[in-house]
């Protein structure tokens, strides 16, 4: 529309509404939401577009309830500055009455496009069409919303509808009536305001910053006014500052209790590791508390961190969650690569941004700055939430959902590095705490490494013992705890009295008899408890793991204190607190740093060594690399393993050096691997291994089975192939003569109505399977693949040929129909190959198979991202076999044979 509609209704000598504005955000589209009190009160809704604010009138305001569907009014374009406009339009002009932010933010296509530019052209395109799909992301309105043109209700008939998803709800929103600006509602700013209220950068900032320093009590100022700031008005305020290397965190103060007060704001108390990541020019160094180093440890987050774009330190909180994204400090502690849990860095705060220093800033502006610049491209790093809720509310809530407690924030709090401050609380849902282990315990009937850990804190420089803990640990962890405790073994009690761990109590008349080992008091763990006893002594103490980002001398008691606060109105707790993994796919089996590593598989322990191994040396592709690619492409390659017999070509050597068959595994393999005892045609008696889970996957892997081999036939019907197979085998032919053969086959089976599915061979050639459905034999299965060949070599004649014989081909391509015989096998969909390149055999769409195509466009590199964006193209290979006797009749008819 452009704005002419809006400059022509307005008389700018009366109304100061912005005449103009343009946006300086790059990266992020924004939304705003106004209440508006004309001749009628109604929610002005508007999206920012081609540069102004497309709008719409909402005479009932926005709902977050799906089965409510809101009028929507389309009016002309405003300004991009009128976002930030609030106050009192004179009566008489038009528009007349007062105009409050009732909400604001970004927002994108629902569809996931990356860049503003992408994504406005999207959406203009979807403005055009009528159907406006969206995700918000404000203050009040978050989530998916359509806004869908509509007939009967005039040329601007709109319906604004909320999407079923995580932020839809029955509660009307429209009863949250203050601004996100001013914290003023409709009547509130008639009676305050000027004619018109004027936002302008430096203006806002400053009205920021004096209602920070203010700390009025009037609801919603801090949190609400930092959101009409972009993060380049707040920088621009901003003093320069170098790079803090090894800078440590700022601490929060356990409190006995939850509390509510407008100016603090609420987080989610996460159960993991504190963690800094500092990045500059593409290096990452991620630092525990006490600056021990995360790098290899959470190698995976670094690998992340290392694709940034910006130069930034951040505070955050590194876990591994479930699939409901509560964490488990226990799975944490036991996570040695991706294959143990989803392992997530939770980010809550910025200190320093592209030579800016921001721990001078209040929370809320740092935050600002954060959610606009953090990228969030992938779910490993996420925005921690806050939220400007009731405190009581929240802490209820954090029970409820099973974390380990809510963390209070002073909204106007800035960022003192290494201070346990008052401007930053945690309430802890259950009880825990950090304790020094300075011994263990031996039972004189045990046969476990230990029995107890004898367990102290810190009392003004001596170690005071505060109880033993016998449960929590499995045998795993108590033997991979016990090779860190030889070290440490010491004649002398660490304890400035030495304890009586064998004392009777009321818990436990007559404790087993236990000898001590004294340990230097250097380790670190984290115990659950139900209360301390009036000696300083933990109930009920269970082992939670061990911490390795706390340094022992500074392990004190926590003592809750009291907390002395104003109660104010509560408001409802978002139910995003916490959210599950978005990418369920699984990453790596195996860490990138040890030589050997054993990992448990579907209930058996598989050890594997020599990691580095480089088995595609000239690609720098090692055996971890190729443990890694089956265990995440198991689940598309192990519908074409299970219940066949296995063929084993091993390279132990990588792909130069010596390889061998191995068909019998009797007396070679574990007991839990299944065999198929079966009489090949020599009359030999084979015991062969059998395709079934991740578990045998990764152990023909182990042998150095660089590729899968399996039968065409299953052992439930060992002579009945599940598919019919064509192999283009080419001599001296280039590979775009492979294709065309491969498109005449597609033609000669479109002709007579027979699926067929084609795959490279990651060598030289392409596959062709034809589903039999277990229905004939391997007599038959040939017989049809030699009537498919003929059929084709007349149409090629020049470059194919049918002869077995290598010397009788003269070079030509051998169009394999002999493969079809039992117990021959070759290469398996999704399987490497013992090829430069580290090449893949990889399912392809017909539309694919066309000059041009080459085996390196499918490698280890890549492969899993194609199985992510495609799926697996090759499963109707084993779904309905075709009817046989139909189709040779077909083929007779068609092509005269």
Same mark, same amino acid.
Not at 73 to 82: N, Q
Not at 131 to 144: A, D, N, P, Q, Y
């Given at each position: ?341 989803? =392992?997530?860095? /939770?980010?809550?705060?910025? &200190?320093? !941004?592209? @030579? $800016?220093?921001? *721990?001078?800033?209040? %929370? ?90 004898? =367990?102290?804190? /810190?009392?003004?420089?001596? &170690?005071? !013992?505060? @109880? $033993?803990?016998? *449960?929590?640990?499995? %045998? ?422």
């Amino acid at each position: 529309m452009g704005l002419d509609k809006y400059v022509k209704k307005r008389d700018f000598t009366k109304t100061s509404e912005p005449k103009a504005g343009k946006s300086k955000d790059k990266e992020k589209l924004r939304f705003v939401i106004q209440k508006h009190d004309a001749s009628r009160l109604h929610y002005d809704f508007r999206l920012e577009m081609e540069g102004v604010l497309k709008s719409w009138a909402v005479p009932k305001g926005p709902s977050t309830d799906p089965k409510t569907k809101r009028l929507a009014m389309m009016v002309e374009d405003h300004p991009y500055d009128y976002r930030l406009f609030e106050g009192i339009i004179p009566q008489g002009e038009y528009g007349g009455g007062t105009v409050i932010v009732w909400d604001e933010g970004t927002y994108e296509p629902i569809e996931e496009i990356k860049g503003k530019k992408a994504q406005e052209k999207h959406l203009l395109k979807q403005l055009k069409e009528g159907s406006l799909k969206i995700k918000l992301k404000g203050k009040k309105v978050e989530g998916e919303y359509a806004l869908v043109k509509t007939n009967g209700m005039g040329e601007n008939g709109w319906l604004l509808i909320k999407h079923k998803d995580d932020f839809a709800s029955p509660t009307d929103i429209t009863k949250k009536d203050k601004s996100v600006l001013s914290g003023k509602t409709i009547e509130s700013m008639e009676k305050t305001s000027e004619k018109v209220w004027k936002a302008g950068h430096e203006e806002s900032i400053k009205k920021t910053e004096e209602a920070l320093k203010k700390k009025t009590k009037e609801p919603g100022d801090a949190a609400s006014i930092s959101s009409a700031l972009t993060a380049k008005e707040i920088l621009k305020k901003t003093r320069k500052s170098k790079f803090p290397a090894g800078m440590k965190p700022m601490l929060a103060t356990l409190v006995d209790e939850p509390f509510d007060d407008q100016d603090w704001v609420y987080e989610v108390k996460w159960d993991g590791y504190r963690a800094l990541a500092f990045i500059q020019n593409g290096n990452v160094d991620i630092s525990s508390r006490n600056n021990k180093s995360f790098n290899d440890k959470f190698y995976p987050i670094k690998k992340t961190l290392e694709t940034w774009k910006i130069n930034a330190v951040v505070d955050g909180e590194i876990m591994v969650i479930n699939d409901k994204g509560v964490s488990s400090f226990g799975n944490l502690q036991n996570w040695r690569s991706e294959a143990d849990g989803e =392992l997530v860095f /939770y980010v809550f705060d910025i &200190l320093w !941004y592209e @030579g $800016k220093s921001l *721990t001078e800033l209040p %929370l809320l502006l740092r935050q600002q700055v954060l959610r606009e610049v953090l990228p969030t491209d992938d779910d490993s790093i996420r925005l921690s939430k806050v939220f400007n809720a009731s405190g009581t509310d929240f802490f209820k809530a954090a029970e409820k959902m099973g974390l380990e407690g809510i963390i209070a924030k002073k909204a106007a709090s800035t960022y003192s590095p290494n201070v346990r401050s008052r401007e930053w609380l945690k309430i802890k849902v259950s009880k825990r705490q950090e304790v020094v282990i300075g011994g263990y315990t031996k039972n004189e009937d045990t046969t476990k490494a230990f029995s107890s850990l004898l =367990l102290g804190v /810190y009392d003004r420089g001596h &170690l005071k !013992y505060v @109880g $033993k803990v016998g *449960t929590g640990f499995s %045998l795993a962890q108590q033997k991979e705890m016990i090779s860190q405790f030889k070290p440490l073994i010491t004649d002398k009690s660490p304890f400035s009295i030495e304890p009586d761990y064998n004392k009777p109590s009321r818990f436990r008349p007559n404790p087993p008899k236990a000898k001590a080992t004294w340990l230097k008091p250097e380790l670190v763990c984290e115990v659950a408890f139900t209360e301390v006893t009036s000696d300083g002594v933990f109930r009920h103490p269970s082992f939670q793991g061990m911490r390795i980002d706390k340094t022992a001398s500074k392990v004190v008691m926590e003592v809750p204190q009291s907390t002395e606060v104003v109660v104010d109105e509560q408001e409802s707790i978002h139910k995003a607190a916490v959210s599950p993994p978005k990418n369920k796919t699984k990453k790596t089996l195996l860490n990138p740093k040890d030589e050997t590593q054993v990992r448990k598989i579907c209930g058996h322990d598989l050890k594997f060594t020599n990691l580095s191994k480089l088995y595609w040396p000239e690609d720098g592709v090692s055996k971890r690399d190729m443990f890694n690619f089956y265990y995440q492409v198991a689940d598309f390659i192990l519908p074409y393993l299970k219940d066949r017999p296995q063929s084993l070509n091993r390279f132990p050597g990588g792909i130069h050096g010596q390889s061998f068959y191995q068909k019998d595994v009797k007396g070679k393999a574990p007991d839990w691997v299944k065999t198929f005892p079966y009489v090949n045609g020599e009359g030999e008696h084979k015991e062969y291994l059998v395709g079934a889970d991740e578990a045998t996957l990764l152990w023909m892997a182990s042998l150095g089975c660089i590729e899968m081999n399996p039968w065409f036939s299953r052992i439930q019907s060992p002579d009945n192939p599940d598919y019919c197979v064509i192999d283009l085998d080419p001599d001296k032919n280039t590979f775009d003569q492979v294709i065309e053969a491969a498109r005449e086959v597609k033609k000669v089976c479109d002709a007579i109505d027979v699926p067929c599915f084609c795959k490279t061979s990651g060598s030289t050639g392409i596959h062709i399977y034809i589903p039999l459905g277990a229905k004939y034999s391997y007599d038959q299965s040939q017989m049809f693949a030699r009537i498919i060949v003929n059929i084709v070599h007349k149409q090629l004649p020049t470059y194919t040929s049918l002869e077995r014989m290598i010397a009788k081909r003269n070079g030509k391509m051998y169009l394999d129909f002999l493969q079809n015989r039992p117990g021959a096998t070759i290469a398996g969909p999704y399987s490497l190959r013992p090829k430069p390149g580290a090449t893949v055999s990889m399912p392809l769409h017909w539309d694919e198979v066309k000059p041009g195509l080459t085996m390196k466009h499918f490698t280890i590199f890549n492969a899993m991202d194609r199985l992510k964006a495609e799926g697996d193209l090759f499963k109707g290979v084993l779904e309905k076999g075709i009817e046989l006797e139909k189709v040779i009749k077909k083929a007779q008819n068609t092509f005269d044979i």
